[in-house]
Nanobody
Framework: QVQLVESGGGGVQAGGSLRLSCATSRTIFNFNNFIMGWYRQAPGKQRDLVAD???????NYVDSVKGRFTISRDNAKNTVYLQMNNLKPDDTGVYYC?????????????WGQGTQVTVSS
């Protein structure tokens, strides 16, 4: 079981930026073998993938955040980031960090506790 700790959430006005971080709470053997992802759960909705990134740095984004969000990882620090620019009220929700092994389906694996992002208009 991978222990994940998110930080960096908060409140921001539309058009603003936030940077989320997710660190493992202990040294993970072969951290770079995990696919790291960020998911969002808006009020009253299911938790959906926002972006994920392989150990080699190949990133995938949901269409609604393309061009605004950037996912990155530092394998030496066992940390993954989500830079969010030009935030919109629809980006509001709890953001969860996820770690899954290659071949595992999305929405599986280990989860952080979540960090709230609130974007006001």
């Amino acid at each position: 079981q991978v222990q994940l700790v998110e930080s960096g959430g908060g409140g921001v006005q539309a058009g603003g930026s936030l940077r989320l971080s997710c660190a493992t709470s202990r040294t993970i053997f072969n951290f770079n073998n995990f696919i790291m992802g960020w998911y969002r759960q808006a009020p009253g909705k299911q938790r959906d993938l926002v972006a994920d990134i392989t150990g080699g740095g190949s990133a995938n984004y949901v269409d609604s955040v393309k061009g605004r969000f950037t996912i990155s990882r530092d394998n030496a620090k066992n940390t993954v980031y989500l830079q969010m620019n030009n935030l919109k009220p629809d980006d509001t929700g709890v953001y969860y960090c996820n770690a899954r092994r290659p071949g595992a389906p999305p929405n599986s694996g280990s989860w952080g506790q979540g960090t709230q992002v609130t974007v006001s208009s």
